[in-house]
């Protein structure tokens, strides 16, 4: 798979956290696009084939493991990351029901999204 295949959308309403992923990921090689939310995920899964969403719990419209049906609706391929900086059972239960790749705690550090990441890509 091309550096060019690799294509990762990132959805996070912190305009800080996407910045910091992004850089990350693209200094990594991969193809990285972003959005704030449920919004500009449909749009920009509609307009482009990416492998993997990386996504947020907490978009402003809609939670993100609530929003994982509609954004499989319109690509049934792609390997979804779900995000969230702290969890507990509860959450992490609604989000493990979710048809999703990996459930990811932002405090864990970023090698352990690259090797999800990577997973992904090779599922």
Request: one cysteine or more; a positive charge; hydrophobic letters at 40%.
């Amino acid at each position: 798979m091309t550096d060019k295949e690799k294509r990762v959308l990132i959805v996070d309403p912190d305009i800080t956290e996407r910045t910091v992923m992004a850089a990350f990921l693209k200094g990594e090689n991969f193809n990285v696009e972003t959005g704030r939310g449920l919004k500009d995920a449909v749009k920009k899964i509609r307009e482009g084939c990416f492998n993997c969403l990386i996504m947020d719990v907490d978009l402003p419209e809609i939670k993100g493991y609530e929003a994982v049906s509609i954004l499989k609706s319109i690509d049934p391929k792609i390997n979804i990351i779900m995000t969230e900086k702290k969890t507990t059972k509860m959450l992490e239960a609604k989000v493990r029901e979710q048809d999703i790749f990996f459930y990811f705690i932002k405090s864990f550090g970023k090698e352990e999204l690259k090797l999800a990441i990577n997973n992904a890509f090779g599922k």
